[in-house]
Each structure stands twice: as structure tokens, then as C-alpha cells.
């Protein structure tokens, strides 16, 4: 998540999110500085996506130009340079992404930070930062190092919720000098489908009005039209859970409300990230569009609240 105040006092729900341009995506998350807006996105260095106005985009480059070194001591299958499911988080001056490193379907994973001072490249201090090593899991773990998101709660303690499959939905307690998991810190499990194979992964959370809203996806991604993928929400008053769906039906037992199942041509939405600023508030992620062969796309959608609190599109 980004704070709100980084929007610049933008109202999201002024703007028609009628997008444009170099939209394939995968796993986005989105930033703005200054004038400029910003796509981070699962892909080879991890993509970067620009805009002037947030709807007409341009691709402009990767962070990395290789693997990090660091990930063949993690990941030592990996044999090509493509790093998933980046997310941005701007705090006290400092842009911090989180990304992970490993291959499909299997949890031999670790999630890496990197940060930047300013996301402009023209900007002389524009210099990505690789800081390495954040968490990992092996096959004998019955948890899957991908999928981070950095959340900071009220009380200003950051916190990093990850996982896909496996047990599910885990989330663990940071350093905020190092913003790496605390020393003798506890992974904490906060959502699981119950039953194998597990298809939740993709964690957001966002805080609002005395609730923390975790965001998950359900299913299948990565199949083209295929896809089953899905957008979920549950809610809780204290960040470590439990987290519960409008129904009351906990996260932890299958729990999940649900904000978009695609439709006709936009198949399988998921992977998403919330951002809010003002009273406003925005839905980013992927779909599979039908009418291109299932090309994973950019979807950028104002999310809306209703007076019992939860969120719809």
C-alpha cells in the first residue's frame, strides 16, 4: 500500500479509468509522484509502467537488469530472470518494494526489498537499492514465501502479510529499522481455504475506519480464459485477525466476501491492491481480457464503500 497522502489529494472517483496504451500486466500494484504515475508488475527485472494522467500507459523499463545474486542461494531452479508479484509501499521518504523469486508450483520461494528514494528516472538520486533477503521457504515448509504486501498498522508497527497455497495466508511482524522480520518474531497464519490444494494467495491489507480489510485471491490465475481467479475481502479490528466475511464466516475456515468474479469478457480478476486518497478509493489488478486470447490486463476501477462498511466495485 502506498499512504494516501502520496496521491497528492487526488479524488479517484473523478477520473475515467478508461485505459490505454501498453496495458499487459501481471500482478500490479500502482504508485504516483508528483505529477507521474507508476505500475510495478510481475515480469522480467520486475516492469515499470508510466502515465501522465494514470490511463494512457507506457512501459519504461525493469528495475533489475538480472536476478539478483542473492535468490541462487534461495531459488537455485530459477533459470530465468522474470520476479513476481512486486509491492510498493512509500514510508518516510523511502520507496519500498517487496518481490518475490521462485517457480511455478512449487514453494522453494523468497520474497527480496528493494527501495528508491524517488521513482522519477530522471531524477539524479533515482538509484534502485537492492536489500536482499527478506524470508524464503524450502520444500519442507509448509508455507510459500510469495506474494508480499507491507502493511503498516495504526500504531506505526510495519507488518508483512505473504503466502500462496500451501497453509495459506501468513503474516509476520517487521523491524521497522530493517524492515525484515523482528527478531523471534512469529509467523502468524490469518487465512486459509482449509482444503488442499488451498487456492488463496495474493494477501492485501488496508486499514479504514477501525477495521483491517485483508484482500485475497481465490482460485485459479495464469490460465488465460481459463482462469477462475477471484477477489475476496474479510475484515478484523486488530491486524493479526481473526478476519471475517460479511456473513461471519472466518478466513481462516474458507471465509471471503466477494468483490469481483470477472465477467464475460473480463475473466478471472485478481492479484489486487487498494489505495485510498481523500474519501476516495481504488481497486487495482489483473484480468484475462476474452476479446485478446486471454491477455493478462490492467484493470484500474474505483472502489466504493457502503454505509455497513465493506466494499464493492
Known amino acids: 500500500m502506498a499512504k494516501a497522502e502520496q496521491f497528492g489529494g487526488v479524488n479517484f472517483y473523478d477520473i475515467d479509468w ?13 504508485a504516483k509522484e508528483d505529477s507521474n504515475w507508476y505500475v510495478f508488475h510481475t515480469g522480467s527485472g520486475i516492469q515499470i509502467k508510466s502515465s501522465e494522467d494514470g490511463v494512457k500507459w507506457k512501459q519504461v523499463g525493469p528495475i533489475f537488469t538480472s536476478l539478483p545474486e542473492w535468490t541462487k542461494e534461495y531459488v537455485p531452479e530459477k533459470d530465468e530472470d522474470s520476479i513476481w508479484a512486486p509491492d510498493i ?8 518494494i517487496y518481490y518475490s523469486v521462485s517457480t511455478f508450483g512449487k514453494n522453494t520461494s523468497a520474497i527480496g526489498l528493494v527501495t528508491n528514494t524517488t521513482l522519477n528516472p530522471e531524477n539524479p538520486d533515482y538509484e534502485w537499492q537492492d536489500r536482499g533477503h527478506v524470508i524464503h521457504s524450502t520444500e519442507t515448509d509448509d508455507f510459500n514465501a510469495i506474494d508480499a504486501n507491507l502493511i503498516i498498522d495504526e500504531d506505526g508497527q510495519p507488518w508483512l502479510n505473504f503466502g500462496s497455497f500451501w497453509s495459506g495466508i501468513k503474516l509476520i511482524k517487521l523491524d521497522p529499522e530493517t524492515m525484515r522480520p523482528a527478531e523471534n518474531a512469529e509467523l502468524l497464519s490469518i487465512s486459509s481455504r482449509m482444503e488442499q490444494p488451498n487456492t488463496i494467495e495474493a494477501p492485501y491489507i488496508v486499514y479504514k475506519e477501525g477495521y483491517y480489510y485483508q484482500f485475497v485471491s481465490f482460485d485459479f490465475c495464469c490460465r488465460g480464459v481459463e482462469s477462475t481467479y477471484k477477489i475476496v475481502v474479510g475484515r478484523a479490528t486488530e491486524i493479526t485477525g481473526p478476519y471475517f466475511d460479511k456473513d461471519g464466516i472466518s478466513m481462516m475456515e474458507g471465509g471471503g466476501t466477494l468483490i469481483d468474479a470477472g465477467d464475460e469478457r473480463w475473466i478471472g480478476p485478481g492479484h489486487c491492491a487498494v489505495y485510498f486518497s481523500g474519501n476516495s478509493s ?29 466494499p464493492h466495485i
Open 18 to 30: 478508461n485505459l490505454k496504451g501498453d496495458l499487459w500486466a501481471h500482478d500490479p500494484v500502482i
Open 89 to 96: 509501499y512509500f514510508h518516510n521518504g523511502v520507496y519500498y
Open 282 to 310: 481504488l481497486l487495482v489488478n489483473h484480468a484475462y481480457d476474452a476479446l485478446k486470447k486471454g491477455k493478462p490486463t490492467l484493470q484500474i476501477r474505483p472502489l466504493y464503500w457502503g454505509e455497513d462498511g465493506w
